[in-house]
């Protein structure tokens, strides 16, 4: 008898715990201590990483119980580790993108989590979100975003009265001043092609508007052998041709400082980079900062593109797999992983401007990036880090080709379709 009370008793504390547990509007009850766990893949490194690890602390500290596996990839052969991931139904719960059409990839094939309804949009720059928006519904969150400008020298300018150019024929105005007075006008270490693609991308989107590139990248309409692709590389190989870059840009390697080292110099005035352009000179010449300016390349005549269309890239976004155990919890995170003390700490650490509206810049360059940034209507995407790998690599070695005159514009174009027929029909 006394055996069976014992039992019995038993039984009843079970129920009662089972019933407190289902009734607790608490997440850690529902999930149990350490019953959940969350994967996050990134690709941040030095201050961007302890960003990263210190909103997923405070994630933590929120929802007790649950736990964040964190995982750094390399940024080379991430896009490929997680396309197997997807492929194989084993993605992580949140990922890193840069949005655009390689996320869009992920979307189409029913992979990624819609975010429209469970997000506030609001809390975003509009250039930051849009690259993460299709047919109006959100499959992402933004926290920092890239811009590309044009960097200059401000002394130099001074000296031969130049002002920053609103227009192209006004930009080569300037680059024929600075030729005559045996400046070089743009400084270009081209040997790893990206740095080159930023005057394809600019030119393409000047003459053929914003729609050019997703019209040929989603095959509707206008592709990438299309008469603005072919007038952008003569556009290249004319500035080539009139000496607006030094000599073999092809073979100078931007990591080793090569072009910034003409800047420094003062041998060349301009360079278009990232605003990471910034983080270098303060670290490598922190005395040329004063001589620094900025301007957004210039409209083209007769172009449908406009100057307050940048070229850049939104990163670090967070979107949730489609296929996560635990979606709306993933969502929470990547809430807080673009939250505005994850966005306040990431500007302050990396020397950036956020997507997240509400950042309080105190750095003078970044305040005027962000100014540039919010008046922006458009952000183009980097073509590499949105076309498929192979698709990526023409374009980038057909770009460097245009540099080298070892391709015409038209040979250029079209050998870009025909890899894009063969990779996205």
């Given at each position: 008898?006394?055996?069976?009370?014992?039992?019995?008793?038993?039984?009843?504390?079970?129920?009662?715990?089972?019933?407190?547990?289902?009734?607790?509007?608490?997440?850690?009850?529902?999930?149990?201590?350490?019953?959940?766990?969350?994967?996050?893949?990134?690709?941040?490194?030095?201050?961007?990483?302890?960003?990263?690890?210190?909103?997923?602390?405070?994630?933590?500290?929120?929802?007790?119980?649950?736990?964040?596996?964190?995982?750094?990839?390399?940024?080379?052969?991430?896009?490929?580790?997680?396309?197997?991931?997807?492929?194989?139904?084993?993605?992580?719960?949140?990922?890193?993108?840069?949005?655009?059409?390689?996320?869009?990839?992920?979307?189409?094939?029913?992979?990624?989590?819609?975010?429209?309804?469970?997000?506030?949009?609001?809390?975003?720059?509009?250039?930051?979100?849009?690259?993460?928006?299709?047919?109006?519904?959100?499959?992402?969150?933004?926290?920092?975003?890239?811009?590309?400008?044009?960097?200059?020298?401000?002394?130099?300018?001074?000296e031969y009265g130049l002002r920053e150019p609103e227009t192209y024929e006004e930009l080569l105005s300037i680059i024929d001043t600075l030729k005559s007075n045996d400046i070089t006008p743009f400084a270009l270490a081209n040997q790893t092609k990206w740095p080159g693609a930023f005057y394809l991308m600019y030119f393409a989107e000047r003459i053929g508007g914003q729609d050019l590139f997703y019209e040929?990248?989603?095959?509707?309409?206008?592709?990438?052998?299309?008469?603005?692709?072919?007038?952008?590389?003569?556009?290249?190989?004319?500035?080539?041709?009139?000496?607006?870059?030094?000599?073999?840009?092809?073979?100078?390697?931007?990591?080793?400082?090569?072009?910034?080292?003409?800047?420094?110099?003062?041998?060349?005035?301009?360079?278009?980079?990232?605003?990471?352009?910034?983080?270098?000179?303060?670290?490598?010449?922190?005395?040329?900062?004063?001589?620094?300016?900025?301007?957004?390349?210039?409209?083209?005549?007769?172009?449908?593109?406009?100057?307050?269309?940048?070229?850049?890239?939104?990163?670090?976004?967070?979107?949730?797999?489609?296929?996560?155990?635990?979606?709306?919890?993933?969502?929470?995170?990547?809430?807080?992983?673009?939250?505005?003390?994850?966005?306040?700490?990431?500007?302050?650490?990396?020397?950036?401007?956020?997507?997240?509206?509400?950042?309080?810049?105190?750095?003078?360059?970044?305040?005027?990036?962000?100014?540039?940034?919010?008046?922006?209507?458009?952000?183009?995407?980097?073509?590499?880090?949105?076309?498929?790998?192979?698709?990526?690599?023409?374009?980038?070695?057909?770009?460097?080709?245009?540099?080298?005159?070892?391709?015409?514009?038209?040979?250029?174009?079209?050998?870009?379709?025909?890899?894009?027929?063969?990779?996205?029909?």
């Amino acid at each position: 008898m006394f055996r069976r009370l014992l039992i019995l008793a038993v039984l009843f504390l079970s129920l009662l715990i089972i019933s407190a547990c289902q009734n607790t509007g608490d997440e850690a009850s529902v999930y149990g201590n350490g019953g959940t766990t969350l994967t996050l893949w990134h690709i941040q490194t030095g201050n961007s990483e302890e960003v990263i690890n210190n909103a997923v602390a405070r994630f933590e500290e929120k929802h007790e119980g649950v736990n964040v596996e964190v995982i750094k990839q390399e940024n080379d052969p991430y896009k490929t580790k997680l396309s197997v991931a997807m492929g194989g139904g084993t993605p992580p719960d949140v990922f890193h993108s840069w949005g655009g059409g390689w996320l869009e990839n992920f979307v189409n094939a029913g992979q990624v989590r819609e975010l429209t309804d469970e997000i506030d949009t609001s809390n975003y720059l509009d250039a930051a979100l849009s690259p993460l928006v299709f047919d109006d519904k959100v499959y992402g969150a933004p926290l920092g975003i890239k811009i590309v400008p044009v960097w200059y020298n401000k002394d130099i300018f001074s000296e031969y009265g130049l002002r920053e150019p609103e227009t192209y024929e006004e930009l080569l105005s300037i680059i024929d001043t600075l030729k005559s007075n045996d400046i070089t006008p743009f400084a270009l270490a081209n040997q790893t092609k990206w740095p080159g693609a930023f005057y394809l991308m600019y030119f393409a989107e000047r003459i053929g508007g914003q729609d050019l590139f997703y019209e040929a990248f989603n095959r509707k309409g206008r592709d990438f052998s299309d008469e603005a692709y072919v007038e952008a590389g003569t556009k290249i190989q004319e500035l080539v041709e009139m000496g607006a870059f030094p000599e073999g840009v092809n073979g100078m390697n931007y990591d080793t400082g090569q072009s910034k080292q003409l800047i420094y110099s003062e041998k060349a005035a301009m360079e278009i980079q990232t605003d990471s352009y910034l983080d270098n000179i303060r670290s490598e010449a922190p005395e040329f900062e004063e001589k620094l300016g900025f301007f957004a390349f210039p409209s083209i005549d007769g172009g449908e593109g406009s100057s307050n269309h940048l070229v850049g890239g939104v990163s670090p976004t967070f979107s949730v797999s489609e296929n996560s155990e635990h979606g709306e919890l993933a969502t929470e995170l990547v809430k807080e992983l673009t939250s505005i003390e994850t966005a306040t700490e990431y500007s302050d650490h990396g020397g950036g401007v956020s997507g997240v509206k509400g950042v309080e810049y105190t750095d003078p360059f970044v305040k005027e990036l962000n100014v540039l940034l919010e008046e922006a209507e458009y952000l183009q995407t980097y073509y590499d880090q949105t076309l498929p790998p192979e698709l990526a690599t023409s374009h980038l070695d057909t770009t460097q080709a245009l540099f080298g005159l070892s391709m015409t514009p038209e040979e250029a174009a079209k050998e870009v379709e025909s890899k894009a027929k063969k990779i996205l029909e």
